[in-house]
């Protein structure tokens, strides 16, 4: 076990600690070796990140696929009745099949049936989540593991817009800032493990961006990291606060945890003139998937996990452009195996070639969102929040962000948050756009506002809903006017 996570419990309070005792300790760890930092095992994962043999990484995959099953099976208590099911000559598919699709609220009802009698609790990290949801989630990753291999994943995926551990970056990942709600606090922060450049996620308001953008300046950033939203901010705000000394020296951004649309990816590049990645994955390390700089879609890494999409009954999409739900069966975790998980993302597979520098690689032609991402009309029928994307009226420009929120059937709450009052022109054709969009089927209700808040991390929910996804009909019911 590396460094990492032996020492993963004092972490916060070295992000917390002052500059004085940081900086010193930083530079020290930064100085030790991989194996020492991540375990020995980290330079094998970095391998398979890069592999490129679609022969090798077919092979390697169900090998890691079946290695997986079988230590499910005879050691995870809620898979104990499939281990004498799990015939040595039936194709790795069969296996698979025989497993149960498992949502998050299967893993809360009974936490301890999902834990591996092979690992002891020393070999556990535990881990929660709260996601969107009130109630967090609370799970294991595999000690010396997980993180490692997560970590060496995300070095290559840096890797494709030529990030190194030399450069320094901007990150707006939702790390709090301690003492940055004090009158003249610090609103940054400097992290010399990582050599990143971390900004308060509760002051991402124009009124801060100058400094935030002076920070990364004397810093020397020549990278960007962060949610979707709140890049977004920072390049709406550049867009019309040019700041070149900043912009020019930005070489690429990359955007995680958040759903990112074309035209949010587009104003991003356009601003700093440099490839913008979009990531996917999640907390509990079952899949992780990414862009390349010349291809938007989403390239799942096939040695971190293993893929499926399936319908709203449970079965298998292998068809192009069919949208389903993101299943994930991650490999690697012994402690708490993830197996046929369903995420709650919502995805549909690409038809077109695979990149040429990742045969072999599964695509994903993009994911929309998570499957409670939908507007409910008053017939009950769900209309995808992504359905509002495309081309938008130029009154857009005038706003800065907006939410969405949704109590009752056929009714939403559209929050536009804009510094000062819109004239009633625009708010009408906000109004007619949203009418449009919704198929007539939900009556908005504007409200301009002057802040919007953000989760605890820094996110902004796009969409609040309040509804059980359950109480409307399937999107195909709405075939034919969902177009965006």
């Not at 994943?153 to 190194?164: D, H, K, N, T, V």
């Not at 010399?192 to 308060?200: A, D, G, T, Y």
Request: glycine share 8%; aromatic share 10%.
């Amino acid at each position: 076990m590396g460094i990492e996570d032996w020492g993963y419990r004092w972490l916060k309070r070295y992000m917390d600690a002052p500059a004085w005792i940081k900086t010193p300790l930083g530079r020290v760890y930064g100085l030790m070796p991989d194996s020492l930092r991540h375990g020995n095992d980290y330079p094998r994962y970095r391998a398979e990140a890069g592999l490129s043999s679609p022969g090798e990484i077919a092979q390697l995959t169900e090998s890691r696929l079946r290695e997986t099953l079988k230590w499910a099976a005879t050691t995870v208590p809620a898979y104990a009745a499939l281990a004498t099911q799990l015939l040595s000559d039936m194709p790795v598919s069969e296996w698979l099949a025989l497993f149960p699709l498992m949502t998050k609220l299967d893993y809360k009802r009974a936490p301890e049936q999902f834990l591996s009698g092979g690992c002891t609790a020393a070999e556990r990290l535990p881990m929660q989540t709260s996601g969107s949801v009130a109630e967090p989630f609370r799970f294991s990753l595999h000690k010396g593991v997980s993180r490692a291999k997560e970590a060496a994943y995300i070095e290559s995926f840096g890797q494709r817009i030529g990030l190194s551990r030399r450069d320094v970056v901007l990150s707006l990942r939702g790390r709090n800032i301690r003492g940055a709600e004090a009158q003249s606090g610090p609103l940054q922060s400097y992290e010399p493990i990582k050599r990143m450049l971390w900004i308060s996620p509760n002051h991402l308001d124009a009124a801060y961006m100058a400094g935030h953008v002076e920070a990364a300046v004397a810093r020397g950033v020549s990278f960007i990291q962060g949610y979707s939203s709140a890049v977004y901010e920072l390049a709406r705000w550049l867009d019309f606060n040019p700041r070149p000394r900043f912009t020019d020296a930005v070489r690429g951004v990359q955007l995680f945890s958040e759903s990112a649309g074309p035209d949010m990816v587009a104003l991003i590049g356009r601003v700093f003139g440099c490839p913008v990645l979009v990531h996917y994955g999640h907390s509990e390390r079952a899949v992780m998937a990414g862009s390349m700089p010349d291809d938007p879609r989403y390239f799942v890494w096939p040695l971190y996990g293993h893929v499926e999409l399936v319908d709203e009954a449970g079965r298998s999409i292998t068809a192009a452009g069919v949208q389903g739900e993101v299943v994930a069966t991650g490999f690697d975790n012994r402690a708490m195996p993830f197996i046929r998980y369903r995420t709650g993302d919502l995805a549909m597979w690409s038809d077109k070639p695979p990149h040429p520098q990742l045969p072999g690689y599964p695509v994903l032609e993009r994911i929309d969102g998570r499957n409670n991402d939908y507007f409910v009309g008053r017939d009950g029928r769900r209309i995808p929040v992504a359905s509002l994307g495309g081309l938008r009226p130029p009154e857009f420009l005038q706003i800065e962000a907006s939410q969405y929120e949704q109590f009752e059937p056929g009714r939403i709450v559209v929050r536009l948050q804009s510094p000062a009052p819109l004239d009633p022109a625009v708010l009408a054709v906000f109004d007619n756009y949203f009418r449009t969009k919704l198929l007539g089927l939900v009556e908005p209700e504007l409200q301009v506002v002057t802040h919007i808040e953000r989760t605890a991390r820094g996110k902004r929910r796009l969409m609040i809903q309040h509804l059980a996804v359950s109480s409307a009909v399937a999107p195909d019911a709405a075939a034919g006017g969902l177009s965006a």
